[in-house]
T-cell receptor, first 111, second 114 residues
Framework: GQQVMQIPQYQHVQEGEDFTTYCNSS?????IQWYKQRPGGHPVFLIQ?????EVKKQKRLTFQFGEAKKNSSLHITATQTTDVGTYFC???????????FGSGTRLSIRP | DTGVSQDPRHKITKRGQNVTFRCDPI?????LYWYRQTLGQGPEFLTY????????KSRLLSDRFSAERPKGSFSTLEIQRTEQGDSAMYLC????????????FGSGTRLTVV
């Protein structure tokens, strides 16, 4: 079946520390998207990765798509309190299909 | 407002009653999705439309759930004979079929079945 694992489930860091969440699939993905959901909010699109080995940056956020298109990561450098929320990967098996969400990584930050 | 709108924001209903939710997507988006999210979980896919055609429905979705998008614009999701297990946040999202820009989600409808 379609299986993607997202780890860790929770991460509690000191403000200023780095944070990384990982998604791993048992099968090759067409694309992967990343979303952020603030507490009490709805998912907000961050980025889409399509190409093997792709790396994209948004300010302090770095997104990677593995060479085999089976894994992806989101890395936040020097976390700030505004980074608090749950980060979801969401993947598609074809460009025309729906996306399936991972279980998310909840980030909390000690000021 | 150019975002995705959902109505109502909250719905409390008694078990066994029928409920209907509405979603108004971004006007130029031709794809519309319904997801369900429970506390601590990621959104779970329910169904999606391209224009007025319902292209896929989750196998996890019972026959009590039905969705429509009659004119390819707004969509409704109906749950018949609600059960306590239906309590969740129901999220609607829209996007362009050409992709690349991700999904735009609405604020959701929180359903509580008592």
């Amino acid at each position: 079946g379609q299986q993607v694992m997202q780890i860790p489930q929770y991460q509690h860091v000191q403000e200023g520390e780095d944070f990384t969440t990982y998604c791993n699939s048992s099968t090759t993905l067409s694309n992967i998207q990343w979303y952020k959901q603030r507490p009490g909010g709805h998912p907000v699109f961050l980025i889409q990765l399509v190409k093997s080995g792709e790396v994209k940056k948004q300010k302090r956020l770095t997104f990677q798509f593995g060479e085999a298109k089976k894994n992806s990561s989101l890395h936040i450098t020097a976390t700030q309190t505004t980074d608090v929320g749950t980060y979801f990967c969401a993947f598609g098996y074809s460009s025309a299909s729906k996306i399936i969400f991972g279980s998310g990584t909840r980030l909390s930050i000690r000021p | 407002d150019t975002g995705v709108s959902q109505d109502p924001r909250h719905k409390i209903t008694k078990r066994g009653q029928n409920v209907t939710f509405r979603c108004d997507p971004i006007s130029e988006h031709n794809r519309l999705y319904w997801y369900r999210q429970t506390l601590g979980q990621g959104p779970e896919f329910l169904t999606y439309f391209q224009n007025e055609a319902q292209l896929e429905k989750s196998r996890l979705l019972s026959d009590r759930f039905s969705a429509e998008r009659p004119k390819g614009s707004f969509s409704t999701l109906e749950i018949q004979r609600t059960e306590q297990g239906d309590s969740a946040m129901y999220l609607c999202a829209s996007t362009l079929a050409t992709g690349g820009n991700g999904y735009t989600f609405g604020s959701g409808t929180r359903l509580t079945v008592v």
